[in-house]
């Protein structure tokens, strides 16, 4: 999020159309998590959980470090929700605007300098990666169910790497559009996704 965004405001002015897809993400993101729905908030805290395992393990004499409490770590995603749910329809508003004045994509195409570009394509190609390969991660985890989750998932997959590369080069309507696309299928898998629990049998070798 910080990459995009310092991509997408390196213009003179906040390009409207990414402010209005950042947006209604955290609008989508805020009220999935704030009120939980479907269990949101509950599966968002154990995939954080799963997926940082490896980071929590440490060598056997200096101690392993306490596992949060699961309700604890779902209040933690609902408190960050609320914030998205009240800044989304802020931002969402001022993209808005910020259209309607013809401020749709900032004056022109800039990309990213040349070293910085290279660094952000590689991230989110190996983001992408990561989350296809490992065991824990939410795109794997879905190809396992086949069916409408692995069509989700390479929506999201597709949607991560377009809007990478349209940031790092300058594409920013084609990137804002591989961020929604991505976005919403991302919280889809979440929702619907059935994360293994982090015990010790889960944990990454």
Not at 17 to 46: I, Q
Not at 82 to 106: K, N, Q
Not at 144 to 163: C, D, I, M, Y
């Amino acid at each position: 999020m910080i990459a995009q965004a310092a991509a997408a405001t390196q213009a003179g002015q906040a390009p409207g159309l990414f402010m209005l897809a950042w947006g209604l993400l955290a609008c989508v993101y805020g009220l999935l998590g704030a009120t939980n729905f479907r269990g949101f908030a509950d599966k968002y805290a154990r995939w954080a959980e799963v997926s940082s395992a490896r980071k929590r393990r440490r060598p056997p004499w200096t101690g392993q470090l306490p596992l949060d409490d699961p309700a604890e770590r779902t209040r933690r995603v609902r408190r960050t929700a609320i914030l998205f749910a009240i800044a989304g329809p802020v931002v969402t508003v001022i993209g808005l605007i910020s259209i309607s004045r013809g401020e749709i994509a900032g004056p022109g195409r800039i990309g990213l300098p040349s070293p910085f570009r290279y660094i952000l394509v590689a991230f989110v190609a190996a983001a992408a990666v990561w989350s296809w390969r490992s065991r824990h991660g939410l795109f794997h985890a879905a190809a396992w169910h086949h069916g409408w989750r692995l069509a989700v998932a390479l929506l999201a997959s597709f949607g991560l790497l377009v809007a990478g590369i349209g940031f790092a080069v300058g594409y920013m309507t084609i990137a804002v559009a591989g961020m929604v696309l991505g976005g919403l299928a991302y919280l889809v898998l979440v929702m619907e996704g059935k994360p293994a629990g982090p015990g010790p049998g889960n944990l990454p070798d």
